[in-house]
């Protein structure tokens, strides 16, 4: 059973340390997105990736996120400095080539606490 | 822009029973998909079901299926034989069918409770 997977699944921080979440797509997918969900704004996309490739990060707070894919394995996105409004969970999602590229599947988040 | 719209908040419904959520979208768009997500309290986010807008048949996954009605751009998803695991968010999705756009657009969500 194939899944996306996210490390950490919690993380807690103080203001100012760097935050690094990873994701792993599921094998052979080629779109890797990254989604912030919280109470006030719901689910937002912060970039999205095909082939590795940066598509779409305007989604991103550019000063202080980045977003990268160093292999086909692995997706990163880092918060440094963090904020406590950086505080939510963060999603990875991935979506297969083929008939259905346009579904995502979604990892199982990582939740940022920024005290 | 395409914006989607839940407009129930919450909903709840007694355990066997049927139950419709409801999502409306806005689009100039001929081309897209639609789509239900479920996130439990575990936080993960599940597909339920898809549509392809050029489809005119209503997709069905077991006890879900929807109402896609494109003239009207609804999409509401019906959820029959409640069970208390259906307990959860559940937001509707659109996806431009433009080749290479990817991007989901989310609705608020709609909080579902099942009651034993």
Redesign the interface.
Request: hydrophobic share 35%; net charge negative; glycine share 14%.
């Given at each position: 059973d194939a899944r996306v997977t996210q490390t950490p699944r919690h993380k807690v921080t103080e203001m100012g340390q760097e935050v690094t979440m990873r994701c792993q797509p599921i094998l052979g997918h080629n779109?890797v997105?990254w989604y912030r969900q919280t109470m006030m704004q719901?689910?937002e996309?912060l970039a999205?990736f095909?082939n590795r490739a940066p598509?779409?990060d305007s989604g991103m707070p550019k000063d202080r996120f980045s977003a990268e894919m160093p292999d086909a394995t692995l997706a990163t996105l880092k918060i440094q400095p963090s904020e406590p409004r950086d505080s939510a969970?963060y999603?990875c999602?991935s979506?297969p080539q083929g008939l259905?590229?346009?579904?995502?599947?979604?990892g199982?988040?990582t939740?940022l606490t920024v005290l | 822009a395409q914006t989607v719209t839940q407009s129930q908040p919450e909903m709840s419904v007694q355990e066997a029973e049927t139950v419709t959520l409801s999502c409306t979208y806005d689009t100039s768009e001929n081309n897209y998909y639609l789509f239900w997500y479920k996130q439990p309290p575990s936080r993960q986010m599940i597909l339920v079901i898809r549509q392809e807008a050029y489809k005119q048949q209503n997709a069905t996954e077991n006890r879900f299926s929807v109402n896609f009605q494109k003239a009207a751009k609804s999409f509401s998803l019906k959820i029959s034989d409640s069970q208390l695991g259906d307990t959860a968010m559940y937001f509707c999705a659109f996806m431009r069918g433009a080749s290479g756009t990817y991007k989901y657009i989310f609705g608020t969500g709609t909080r579902l409770k099942v009651l034993a």
């Open positions: 779109t997105f719901g689910l996309l999205y095909r598509l779409d969970v999603f999602a979506g259905d590229t346009d579904t995502q599947y979604f199982p988040g939740r | -």
